[in-house]
């Protein structure tokens, strides 16, 4: 059912974005259209016009273009992000196991705690642009900390102890970039550009006259962008819809063998 809400929710959203874009497409052009005179055959109204139209609709494609890249390139690194730290949980967590001795059970109960606050807090604090849960770090503190206080006595030992030290450092990079995901404003920077060039090139649509063919050649462009800006908009917030980026592999843990540990606490 939370699924088909937040299917639900992000067509609406895509919906909206679309009929927006639609309505300020042709507001502009009626705008310019009263205001601007369509000028007389000679005087070359129109060739200025398609001129401007052309050079701006580079301009304004260009921003869409690059930024929707960027925003994509962003939402790729996250996915690739939440797989990378799962694998090193899994890592610090199956080598405890191998490392044997009072510290297994407490580390891997841990890490499985972990796993569940990230997955039903730290998802919503980030979504929310609150930051990382402090809860989590915690915990993250106290599995290093035991894993600092390790006594290897043999090479097993010690190759497995620098391990598992390696890897939980890298699950606190990894915490990092998750965060920068959610506290970059990049994207507000470019709203405003879009909305203005969006503007711009429908209002030196203002030389054709309102017919209906015109009328709907407008809002097919109109209806285009509003489906690029829909999206880049999804991407610049990977934790919320319409976007949202499900921790599927930290779900995925907690439905193996750490699972059984967090029940087991």
């Known amino acids: 059912m939370d699924d088909i809400g937040d299917f639900l929710s992000s067509l609406a959203t895509g919906i909206g974005f679309v009929l927006a874009t639609v309505a300020l497409v042709l507001v502009s052009y009626f705008i310019a259209r009263k205001l601007l005179h369509p000028g007389v055959e000679g005087d070359r109204t129109w060739d200025v016009a398609g001129?401007?139209?052309?050079?701006?609709?580079?301009?304004?494609?260009?921003?869409?273009g690059l930024?929707?890249?960027?925003?994509?390139?962003?939402?790729?690194?996250?996915?690739?992000?939440?797989t990378d730290e799962a694998i090193a949980i899994s890592d610090v967590y199956n080598d405890a196991r191998r490392y044997g001795g009072p510290i297994t059970v407490p580390v891997q109960g841990?890490?499985?705690t972990y796993l569940k606050v990230v997955v039903d807090e730290e998802w919503d604090s980030l979504a929310q642009h609150q930051g990382l849960s402090p809860k989590a770090w915690q915990i993250w503190e106290s599995v290093y900390d035991q894993l600092l206080g390790l006594m290897p006595a043999t090479d097993r030992e010690h190759y497995l102890s620098n391990r598992m030290r390696d890897r939980i450092i890298a699950v606190a990079r990894y915490r990092q970039l998750r965060e920068?995901?959610?506290?970059?404003?990049?994207?507000?920077?470019?709203?405003?550009?879009?909305?203005?060039?969006?503007?711009?090139?429908s209002a030196t649509f203002y030389i054709y006259?309102?017919?209906?063919?015109?009328?709907?050649?407008?809002?097919?462009?109109?209806?285009?962008?509003g489906v690029i800006l829909f999206f880049i908009f999804a991407f610049a917030n990977p934790y919320a819809n319409p976007g949202k980026l499900e921790p599927r592999p930290f779900q995925h843990l907690l439905?193996?063998?750490?699972?059984?540990?967090l029940a087991s606490r």
Not at 75 to 80: I, P, T, W
């Open 255 to 261: 439905e193996g063998d750490i699972g059984k540990s």
């Open 209 to 225: 006259r309102p017919k209906r063919t015109h009328l709907v050649l407008f809002s097919l462009f109109g209806a285009y962008s």
């Open 51 to 64: 001129n401007v139209a052309v050079r701006v609709a580079t301009l304004h494609g260009l921003i869409l």
């Open 67 to 82: 930024v929707y890249a960027q925003e994509l390139d962003d939402y790729k690194g996250v996915r690739s992000t939440l």
């Open 110 to 112: 841990q890490l499985a």
């Open 180 to 201: 920068a995901a959610s506290t970059s404003r990049f994207s507000g920077l470019f709203w405003g550009p879009a909305l203005i060039g969006l503007v711009l090139v």
